[in-house]
């Protein structure tokens, strides 16, 4: 095991961190504002990785209308599922959104194995973006590298957005109390409907980056990633978009480290450890790294 | 300005507003007094459309010589932008905000960013304490510097009817005589105060004209000096002195 190897980890770590983060920020959006956890949220990432594989290989779009397609069906979906699901019951308590987006989950899961079959497809990517670089012995695909480049930049667009825009602005009023939002003249349902479009939209895109980075899909395949994005958010403080950030490379970089550094025979583990690392990193900071102590957070 | 007729109110099963009526004139500072459990809220609440009242109707003068509007099946926002703003109970500062965002966020429907830097300016006039802390999160503010941040942040909506839960609660009497004396002076600068006091003796003295509201009815209501004087008022209201 030399330098090389491990930075080559590092580097997959962060690949899949950034992944993690796009996917976590959305969840964190969503909880910030309205004390959802929508579990319907890995769900935007398939139909994002579907879209892609539409677009791409059957109708072959070029790349980056492909991606804003992408962006625009995430955001599209997100709308939807607030509307039809979330809107109607704004008010109920926690639990009873909860269990509904978990029946969102299970619908959009199973809508795809009946428009799409359970069968997994390949995702296959040109080969000018399949192409292998080494850089200093650790070696990359050129999708490897476009996914980490796209994640930051959109990362850093939503941190701008939220802290220096009227919208972000209001998002952030509506996600601390929604009642003197509204005597403030904010409209809350167009709030609360942008950052569901805005948060799906990242889980959109990032469905493209999945099936760009392991290279098959199916209509299950938003289960997992969904579920470790919500880990992820909540290891950086469920509610805060840096710390979904920070929580999605952690993660990521964690996940890869425990995978690669010790022997083979543990890999099979890879889930039980992230969870066993949320538990952990919970024990110590109870309200995630860069979360706050708010008294009815989840 | 303001014209209540006859609403009813129920928050969940309690009907905590049985058939309340009462008036606010343009340019008058009103004040609504009553124990706690009276009703003062819900009727703040439904006035500014954060509660829906089961019947009746609240009629609305935003301009001396325009039409009158019922605003009671109207959505809180579109209310905010007639000129009509509520200062919540317990101030409702965004504390994770900075003191300038919570003021901006106050002038939310103003899209004039020329006259958004004019009404920043003349807050941070009124209350220089908000511009010295501009940066701040107002959730750092003390008690007294958030009742001026939540006053502030309804200037910036221009309103025309300014309506207060409770703006002396948990103040010092030297920050409450200082905090009336500043809603005197607006008052005199053409905007309609309509406020709920704990404070009975504090709301007698600077308001024009009073309400007692007891048990979701209104009991009594008068000039203000009238109501002070009252056996009943003293007795109950103003610790029987």
Redesign the interface.
Known sequence: MNTEYIAQQIVNGLILGSMYAMVAMGFSMIYGIIRLINFAHGDVVMIGAFCTLGLFQVLGAPFPLVALVVLTAGALVGILIEKGAFRPMRGAPQVTGFIASLAVSIMLQNLGILFLTAQPRNFAFPDYLQKVHHVAGVSFRVVDMGIMVSALILMCGLVLLVNKTRLGMAMRATAENIDVARLMGININRTIMATFAIGSALAGIAGLMWGGKFGQIDPLMGFVPGLKSFVAAVIGGVGSIPGAILGGFVLGLAEVLFVGLLPPIYSAFRDAFVFFTLILILLILPNGILGRNLEDRA | MLEIRDIHVYRGQTYVLQGVSLEVGRGEIVALIGANGAGKTSMLRTI???LRAKSGQIMYQPDANGEKIDISRM???RI??LGL??C?EGR?I????SVR?NL???A??NKDKQALADDYKNVCEIFPILGERSDQAGGSLSGGEQEMLAVG?ALM?RPRLLILDEPSLGLGPIIVDNLFAILRQINTQGVTILLVEQNAVMALEYADRAYVLENGRVTLSGPSRELAEDENVRRAYLGGL
Not at chain 2, 94 to 97: A, D, P, T
């Open positions: 500014s459309g954060l959505s809180a926002e905010v932008n703003c509520h919540p409702g965004f504390s994770q905000l965002e901006l966020v106050g939310y429907l942040r909506s």
